[in-house]
């Protein structure tokens, strides 16, 4: 760890997350410990002093836990506190406790070992029930047990996001969407991450949230300590130990130069996203969640082009009713009509696990149980989302599309599960728009080699090129160690996204990109330059994109993208894409450097 005393400036380098700089004091979110717990033998004189040591770790957790009850009542109301009651109980559960004192005495081994060893017995057991209800209380296990083995190997309480009293840069191992979605932007300046990379969901919502954020910072947890003073550099991916005066003059006029920019990109705000040479295209923004409507209509969307929905199950303990999820559906179409609002179907799954369900541990969760697969296995769960947003559909311009189709059996079969809600609500008396447009999202190098088959049965196409990136190049889009091996411009890469787009073209329909890319200034044209019809982005990205639209001639756009669709080379492709966007708004890619 560095030094505190040391207060030489340092720079730690990561990946660029969310644009923006902070400067403040870091406050360190340190994991719980629950992994990597050391196993030794110890002798029968040892015993005892294992077992109490047991006791306090239990007492202390004990007293963690009621202290956060306290807090969560006040903050959130009695009822949501209750959920500390369950992992109370199991703090004082006999049959945990005296097994690990029986293995600590009999087996002669350390205390956190054995009771590491029969927690994970335990959740394993509450992971196989039957029943529902008993099957949710692993969760709780795990959480509690995690916080018993932290208190028997570290004599500091696990640092909790409740636990920040003043506006700080957060430092964390990772951060769950679900943690980032419940940041209180007041507190928070920015982010910092050891892990994660740009298109990690939680940099996404780092970006939804417009707060600087550096991910990828490797061990950046184990080399700061809290209370250090810093800056957070979101764009170039620094976070800077000790700034010298220097260093926060330059920065202080970045900042100051960033904003004023964002200023003036305002201006265009009311303005049509088209280019010199007139040609049109819908600008569209991504959201996570309906309260995110005044920024839509204060960037200049034109609509919705991905609503998020998984974010309305995240961190929950329970799972919203229909009823809600209509009224969340119904509130954003009715503030937004007639702007279109593109409704995606739940992309559980990845790095967005529910809370409320033990989801089973998967080796490749990319790989495994995610989005249109737990839907269509889930049939209540999919049911519930699907009436409640065709019911919503009459009060706006709702659209739906269905995330990681793979081809056209799922594409089917989730039509099926449609029509099934559309047939219930007509015996039930619901109005519903009959012809809701229905599309799918081409994430899957299937899909993108199947889009002809696909575009046949959909209004609309739209690109996920965050995960048809991940899943093209086989590069886990949350690793930071191959992030560099993520590349929007590889030839593979561009010749899916071209062969969705002319495949949908071909039937008719058009096709839009909801992923990072269509928000990145250099990107942006040569998506627009192969064809694309929409481009979805973040709202604060989105006048950004607009500028460049706005300032680039089509030609231009068009014969960028020939020359990188002709050429073998990934650098030499993203290097001209650059160029062009620097020649069209020098001013966005200025730096300290
Ligand atoms: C994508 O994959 O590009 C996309 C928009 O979906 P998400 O980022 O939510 O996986
Ligand atoms: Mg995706």
Redesign the pocket.
Known sequence: MDDPATKGERILNGIPASRGVCRGKLFILRPAVTTEVPRYGISTEEVDEHQRRLEHALVATRGQLLELQRRVSSALGAEESRIFDAQLLILEDPSLIEEVKRMTAADRINVEHAFSLVAQRFIEGFSAMEDGYLRERAADIRDVTGRVIHNLLSPEPPADLSDIREPCILVARDLTPSQTALLDRRKILGFATDQGSA?S?SA?LARALNLPAVTGLQDATQRVHGGQYALLDGFNGHLILHPTEQTLFQYGQLARKYRDLQERLQENRALPAVTLDGHQVVLSA?IEGPEETPEVLGCGAEGVG?F?TEFLFLDRKHLPSEEEQYTAYRALAEALKPAPVIIRTL?LG?DKMLTTRDAPTEHNPFLGWRAIRICLQERDLFQAQLRAILRASVAGNIKMMY?MISGVDELNQANEVVEECKEQLRREGHPFQADLEIGA?I?IPSAAVAADLLAERCRFLSI?????IQYSLAVDRMNPKIAHLYQPTHPAVLRFIKMTIDAAHRAGIWVGV???MAGDPALAPLLIGMGADELSVAPALLPSIKYVIRHLRFSEARELAEFALGSKNTAEISGRAQKLAESIAPEFFETTQ
């Open positions: 298109t969901h996404i991504n991905l998020r992309d990845g995330p999202m994430e996920g090129t965050n995960d048809l909801c992923g990072e």
